[in-house]
């Protein structure tokens, strides 16, 4: 009696439970028992897909409805229907073809199911006609998710072409990226030497622009954007390595060398011996000529330093500086010999070592023998004996070769050229020290001579600080040091400006073309130390100028030093009144604010302008409707002249979220101090 009471109570239980999980599991099963009609649950209902997914994907989970039955179906309807399809069995949508995310973000669709009843028409010939009727709707919205774009060779990546390969030649395989849609991408080349290539901007394929040369440039630097529509999704920076190969003809600078120099055809630097350096004026050799030479020449660890060429080839010797702060292996580097009357080659022995910042002596006879007497400091100095050092009793060329490359080289003659005569030549039985290591080749400004007097060209015994430029010592003179006081200074300074547009004064003729100049001026500011130095006559700024002024009147009060004409042979006071005239010469007469260069652009942009005082800058862009898109808080700036790309104002195109900015008309508005001006610029994408 008391089991069968239990068992019902059991049966009461499991039935109770088995009710509650149909109603908590959804109440279809109600529904089923109440044979209601097909119908959704929600009235909406979203799915997400990612842009670029392949036709005929599932769009997320099926959209189904209760009580569909037998011959009920689902249809797709809504303002989006024709950019999807649906199982009409089982109700999941799909993807009928990529979807593009900065082409559209969202879509709507109505999912609709319907019943089917077998028409009164049916017969047992045509088979089953179903007549269907709409039942219940359910709207969806299909979100695509954005898929950035994103290059498989990660943030950098290598290219090779060999030399003398024609133009629109390709340049590797093509640097791709995922995601990319030729539809709705592109490939954008940007970087320091993107006007040398093209790219397809539907492959990604890099091609050339026109034939390159090893000899010019070896290895250049470009950066390929993936762009959508809304902008730069991603980048990669890409190196092109130009491989050397057979030469038939050279670019202007260059010219084919012969077999005592290098292996035939291949292109050798034309040295014009004068010097390529910024400071240069040569009107045979063009900017973009002295550039290639520049190139080709390291002048980053190993350089000429000193050398001899004796009246007798008995006594001839080169000093080597390393001015790297590495030791270097000299394995397979060679010093070649050029001159009208042919050419010569001498090789370093294996193993060499020239220790970081160290010195090499090349001679050609052993400095041990009696008749040879040459004091040699203990320390980083290698020396080395090679009878082949036999330099030219005048006009020649040396060049520095490593194992990779040219390094340096020194001479006033290359193949039948000989460099203007202001410029000194390498006399016989005289030698010469570099007073500018940072200066390129043989230039007037970067050798001076070693004043030796007489012999052979070596201090016998002689005390290192009095020595006159014998190898592994320091020149006794400076480049410079006008006044001879030991140290360069604003001072010396002061006395070339006191000079400037005089001919004659061997003093302070630094580069020794015969005529006092800007030239002269840079040479000693480029010796100074904590004073503002120009880098070149052509980069002379107001600002530098601003500072010798200031400097130099500091210097003349602190010193107590007479400025009157009479009592000095300079004139410091007439150098200060030549300097503040410069500098009139440089500061603009009124503040401007420049046109934008390039314009119109895409992305970036530079924003010129003058002050004609000192000033705190401030740039503003905004767009049409007035609202601020980018602040650049350039800050206090000297009077003078700001123009070119390293001095005017940077726009990136972003805004101050860093995003890309739209195509469209843009306002920029320049405030220094009182003074406020506004230009337009336009971007095209």
């Known amino acids: 009696m008391r089991s069968g009471i239990l068992l019902r109570i059991t049966i009461a239980l499991i039935f109770a439970a088995v009710l509650s999980l149909s109603i908590i599991a959804g109440i279809g099963y109600a529904d089923e028992a109440r044979n209601l009609p097909p119908h959704f649950h929600d009235d909406t209902a979203s799915r997400s897909v990612g842009e670029g997914t392949a036709e005929n994907t599932n769009i997320g989970s099926a959209v189904w409805a209760h009580n569909r039955g037998n011959y009920g179906r689902y249809v797709l309807r809504g303002p989006d229907a024709a950019s999807f399809s649906i199982d009409s069995n089982n109700g999941q949508l799909k993807v009928k073809a990529a979807l593009d995310y900065e082409t559209k973000t969202s879509y709507s669709v109505t999912v609709t199911v319907q019943s089917g009843e077998i028409s009164p028409l049916s017969d047992h010939v045509s088979g089953p006609i179903i007549d269907y009727s709409d039942a219940d709707s359910i709207d969806v919205t299909i979100k695509v998710t954005d898929v950035k774009l994103s290059f498989s060779d990660g943030s950098s990546t290598t290219r090779s072409i060999q030399e003398n390969s024609g133009a629109n030649t390709n340049i590797g395989s093509a640097v791709t990226a995922s995601n990319f849609r030729s539809s709705r991408d592109d490939y954008v080349l940007r970087g320091p030497d993107a006007g040398s290539f093209n790219i397809d901007s539907e492959t990604g394929q890099l091609q050339t622009k026109a034939s390159l040369d090893y000899e010019r440039q070896n290895s250049y630097s470009v950066r390929i954007d993936a762009e959508a529509n809304s902008g730069v999704e991603g980048s990669i920076d890409v190196t092109i390595k130009v491989t050397n190969g057979p030469d038939t003809s050279c670019p202007p600078g260059y010219i084919l060398s012969f077999q005592t120099i290098q292996k035939p055809s291949d292109c050798l630097p034309a040295v014009y011996g004068q010097g390529f350096g910024e400071a240069d004026a040569l009107p045979d050799i063009s900017s973009e000529e002295r550039s290639r030479i520049a190139d080709a020449l390291a002048m980053d660890r190993v350089i000429f330093n000193e050398l001899r060429n004796a009246m007798t080839d008995t006594h001839d010797w080169v000093e080597l500086r390393n001015v790297s702060d590495a030791d270097v292996t000299l394995d397979g580097w060679q010093v070649h010999i050029v001159a009208s009357d042919g050419a010569g080659v001498v090789t370093f022995p294996a193993g060499t070592v020239l220790p970081a910042g160290g010195l090499l002596l ?97 201090d016998d015994g002689v005390p290192a600080a009095s020595a006159l430029g014998t190898p592994g010592y320091p020149q006794a003179s400076l480049m410079g040091d006008v006044n001879a006081d030991g140290t360069v200074n604003i001072l010396d300074l002061v006395l070339v400006a006191s000079h400037l547009g005089e001919s004659g004064v061997v003093e302070v003729d630094l580069n020794s073309d015969g005529e006092i100049n800007i030239q002269d001026l840079v040479l000693v500011a480029n010796s100074l130390g904590s004073v503002a130095a120009a880098p070149s006559a052509q980069a002379l700024h107001a600002s530098h100028v601003q500072q010798w002024v200031e400097s130099a009147k500091q210097a003349v009060a602190e010193s107590a030093i007479e400025t009157s004409v009479a009592a000095q042979p300079y004139s410091y006071e007439r150098g200060l009144q030549v300097l503040e005239q410069l500098l009139a010469t440089l500061v603009p007469k009124s503040t401007a604010l420049l046109a934008n260069y390039p314009n119109p652009f895409n992305p970036e942009t530079w924003i010129p302008y003058r002050l004609a005082k000192q000033s705190v800058v401030q740039i503003s862009i905004y767009d049409t409707q007035g609202r601020l898109v980018r602040h650049l808080e350039i800050g206090h700036q000297a009077a003078g002249v700001y123009q070119t790309r390293s001095r005017a104002a940077y726009w990136d195109g972003r805004n101050e979220m860093g995003e890309a900015v739209a195509s469209g008309l843009y306002f920029y508005t320049l405030t220094a101090g009182d003074f406020s001006a506004t230009h337009r610029m336009l971007i095209l994408k």
């Open 362 to 458: 090349l001679v050609n006879t052993d400095p041990d023998v009696p008749e040879m007497p040459l004091s040699i400091p203990e320390g980083n100095v290698v020396s080395l004996v090679d009878a082949g050092l036999i330099l030219p009793q005048t006009h020649f060329t040396l060049l520095l070769r490593s194992d990779t490359g040219w390094e340096d080289s020194v001479g006033n003659y290359f193949f039948g050229h000989e460099i203007p005569p202001t410029a000194p030549p390498l006399t016989t039985d005289a030698a010469w020290y570099r007073a500018r290591p940072d200066a390129l080749g043989y230039q007037a400004e970067a050798w001076v001579a070693s004043k030796y007097q007489s012999g052979p060209g070596y």
